[in-house]
């Protein structure tokens, strides 16, 4: 490790994509656990579950009937957190003015997507090949473009693009321009999952998300502060020199455990070239980011010999965005996978982390290490 | 409600401490629930418990042994995240530039306390009476009082209050004058509790943590744009007045759900007056915070008839801290519960909120409402 002593203090590192900070306890991993053990995953699923309503051909919960698709599915979820339509809110119409300032509210509009991963439902991103991880990237390609502001100066690449077009005409376009797209995936039941169906999801909406709010005010004041580079481009570049936070890389993609990383195993994988959003990739490039969600998704899988629980999501442009928002993007996916020491044994991010200030307990550095030891073959099908 | 609309549309709501926002669903909260169930929590605990590390008399994880203590015992955690001594860092002898930039740490030290809540292995706060938590609050004050540093003006307040003084002579002054003192609880294995004998834990670090960072510059803020008036301060005046999220008051402290709280049945406590710090009251003012913390537990065990999972902690003056700071701070008690609807049916801040925003289903107003119907006696014991 290039600073050897950040193995055994205590010291805080400062996340500058969100500008903010994490604790970390490198000695406090050898504390004994008493409480609460995660139950290990089921791994013998059938291929199809006449129960499971993302299964092709089943009937989800308000009737409708899954078509016999081949590849991915996407529906509208039938429990959307927002929704196109709805009665409108006037905030500035609020009588009482201390009210008006200290209750602040605003609506929120957009619509919310399932996408199933693949017919079957016993898979999972860590059991599929990047050939067959390659369609579903496709097909967040087709809806980050279907739903692109026709002012965006993306809008035009999404045209020129030879992608796979969604095969599925029941998408239409969504009734208004949303600003943002978050696509992610919660995998597990720890990760509030409840149905092992590989799946995720699409929230758009019409507000920029916090998240993301802090992140383009990190991105946009390091364009300022450094002459016009790309704080993300920067870091890449360090990190595939320093090496010892690198989990895998291939030509476009780094993959490792960041500098600030919160979760034990928390991953980032990021572009190494200034890429600012899905529709920024070519065919090439896309079957090489399947490739790095392939060997990151199996490496957690192996870590432990356990479906790994996660959270992951896309960040990219705004779909309805400035030029200097679009400018300062940068594509990166999060992984934040709760388990430190066992299948069954999770890091809580509680207390103290919720009240004063995130804390983990091994080392990044230490995290990384281990991952880039456990490629090769998903451990279930060497059973 | 004063803006009924709310409890039909989907909208954000701004938190004005910390200066983010939150998505509110209020309709999502009817969707089924096919994910992880939480096991109900055991309620058949002995009073003394042989095996438990934190009963009177028996001994910890490093050999030494509990006194028998009668109310509540101090003492360092031996797993602290925190130390006193470590080697010393000096991130500014960074050889190469980009990383000095990019890859920023600095040490922390500090000091980590365990408290016991109660010699009784099988109480909590909700079945305490506000005469068995004053003894708590006691405790809390004396470790605030011995950590503050001299020059503050806060210290002289210390040193004028009757308070029963700490009944424990091992406890020494720390060696170096922390930052900040974060005082909280666990409770419950969802909330990553070990150890079901009541307890806290206190946390004093070099640093001031990131969330009270984000408070602190929000407060100051508020009193610069408004001829130095206090944000929590008119906050609470307004939502005495409205009431809708109200869950319990007394002549000191508003209880009640944040307008943009986040969790479920997320409630804060806040002073009603203008109080800095734990130092600022006088006996009867810590029997009423005593009340108001036996309020809210007893009411979250009520709700679902369960032991409450929840994190809680205190807000107030840092230990060592500008004038400014000192002027801008407003006791307050943050309690985080992760249930949602039932004793074994939680909301997941996963997904969406990990790599978006943070999202909650019912509103805060109907979260109020129930809480405020659930007081009277524990339900345990009119069983
Ligand atoms: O210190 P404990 O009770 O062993 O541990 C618990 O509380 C700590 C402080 O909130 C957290 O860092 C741990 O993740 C949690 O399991
Ligand atoms: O939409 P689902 O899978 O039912 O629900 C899950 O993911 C959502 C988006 O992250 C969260 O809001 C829910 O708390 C979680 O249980």
Partial sequence: MSEPILNDI????????????????????????????????????????PECYLCPGNTRAQGQQNPKFEKTFVFVND????????????????????????????????KCYVITFSPSHHLTLADMNPAQIAPIIDT???????????????????????????????????????????????KGTTMGCSNPHPHGQIWTTTSLPEELTLEFEQLKKYRKEHQGSHLLLDYVELECREKERTVFENDLFWAGVPYWAVWPFEVMIISKQHKRALVDFDDEERKSLAQAIAEVTRRYDNLFETQFPYSMGLHQAPLDATSEEIDASHFHIHFYPPLLRSATVRKFQVGYEMLAEPQRDITPEQAAERLRACGGELYRRKM
């Fill in 10 to 49: 205590s010291h805080r590192r400062f996340n500058l994509l969100r500008g903010s900070w994490v604790l970390v306890s490198p000695h406090r991993n050898k504390r004994p656990w008493q409480g609460l053990q995660e139950s290990p995953s089921k791994t013998t699923l059938p291929e199809h579950d």
């Fill in 79 to 110: 429990f959307s957190a927002v929704k196109e339509d709805q009665e409108e809110y006037h905030p500035e119409r609020k009588q009482d003015n201390v009210a008006a300032r200290l209750l602040r509210a605003e609506a929120v509009t957009g």
């Fill in 140 to 186: 967040w390609t087709n809806l980050y473009i279907m739903h692109l502001s026709p002012s965006s100066p993306l809008a035009e690449l999404g045209n020129k693009l030879s992608i796979p077009p969604l095969a599925q005409d029941d998408l239409t376009k969504p009734s208004a321009q949303y600003r943002y797209m978050q696509i992610f995936e919660n």
